[in-house]
């Protein structure tokens, strides 16, 4: 079986993600297959709509396949990585801008690069399984793949929250987070997939779709605006030591387990793109972090102690985000002139 299905199926274009023992994590050759299915499809006239699921019982799509990066980065070449997030964001940005709408079916773990095919598109289905998460600061990186547009764009401080904690969302606080858009069974999904295409009809999308249950993170939200209001990732440590709440204890041990330079520099992120306007300006200062991630941050040594050996004790560079200097958070996110992200496919 390959990594990805991708075909014609009535009026809809479908890609499906096959590589379940992986959780479907991507691959940068199957980055380079959604593109091209995406520039196919635009113009298609028998094509209505996209239809994005995966097969297998856990995940929809778990993040990256970070593995050779790794490899690569230890070896000091680091144009891999670069070229992988450069075509990676391309086709996010191409998703995200698709002029036809996209269904996705977000099964299981939706993380990271996961987020970046499922949540971008017009109407995105989560179900009773459904777990999303931006887990990027556990391993050195910032919230990518367009997502810390998503958490600029979520209610209050919780993108804030999400980002800088990796915590996970259930399918409620999902839609409440702007990540979603609907809760339909998955006992469902088989015949509106039918269904779609058959008709090309996205409103029976509308038709079916049920009210989410509830999820805690819009139950916290007041707690989570005051403990997350900060200006910078070091008002709100103090913020979150300073409460005697239980909710404010649980998000400090999360915090604490991340990155302090990814933590700092994804706050200062997510209040930049506030006002952003496109997906562009999230994915090109994203691109300006993953670009020094191996040579200049964590990403090299949260890869080791999460995938390679497994040790869950990362040696970060820095102590604590107390540590970390607003010169070293602006340096990361420096524009990065003739190397910066510009959408173009690589001619190399």
């Keep these: 079986m390959s990594d990805i299905s991708i075909r014609k199926a009535g009026h809809a274009g479908r890609i499906t993600l096959t590589r379940p023992d992986a959780l479907n994590a991507l691959t940068h050759e199957m980055c380079l297959a959604i593109e091209g299915a995406l520039d196919a499809w635009r113009t298609d006239p028998e094509i209505a709509l996209i239809v994005i699921d995966a097969v297998g019982e856990r995940a929809f799509c778990a993040g990256g396949d970070i593995a050779k990066m790794y490899i690569n980065g230890k070896h000091g070449d680091y144009d891999y990585g670069r070229r992988f997030w450069r075509d990676e964001y391309r086709m996010n940005a191409k998703l995200f801008e698709f002029p036809k709408p996209v269904a996705t079916f977000l099964h299981g773990f939706v993380m990271g690069g996961g987020v970046g095919i499922g949540c971008h598109g017009s109407h995105r289905i989560v179900c009773e399984s459904s777990r999303i998460a931006m887990p990027e600061c556990g391993i050195g990186l910032v919230p990518d793949v367009g997502g810390s547009l998503l958490l600029a764009r979520a209610p209050g401080r919780l993108g804030t929250y999400l980002g800088v904690t990796a915590a ?10 702007g990540f979603a858009d609907y809760f339909i069974p998955e006992e469902g999904w088989r015949d509106l997939i039918a269904d779609l295409e058959r008709t090309g009809d996205w409103e029976r ?4 779709a049920q009210t989410a249950p509830e999820g805690p993170l819009s139950r916290a939200g007041t707690e989570i605006d005051a403990l997350f209001a900060g200006e910078t990732a070091r008002d709100i440590i103090n913020a979150l030591m300073a409460s005697e709440s239980t909710f404010a204890g649980e998000a400090l041990k999360m915090v604490l387990k991340n990155a302090p330079l990814s933590i700092a520099a994804t706050v200062q992120m997510i209040h930049r793109l506030r006002s952003a306007t496109s997906i562009r300006q999230a994915l090109e200062m994203e691109y300006r972090f993953t670009h020094r991630a191996m040579e200049h941050a964590d990403f090299l040594e949260g890869i080791r102690a999460a995938i390679i050996d ?6 970060w560079r820095h102590a604590g985000v107390a540590d970390v200097t607003n010169a070293e958070v602006s340096r990361i996110l420096m524009p990065l002139g003739a190397e910066g992200l510009t959408f173009e496919k690589d001619t190399a």
């Design 168 to 177: 996970r969302m259930g399918p409620g606080d999902a839609i409440h987070g």
């Design 205 to 208: 999308i509308d038709a079916i």
């Design 310 to 315: 497994k040790d869950r004790r990362p040696q």
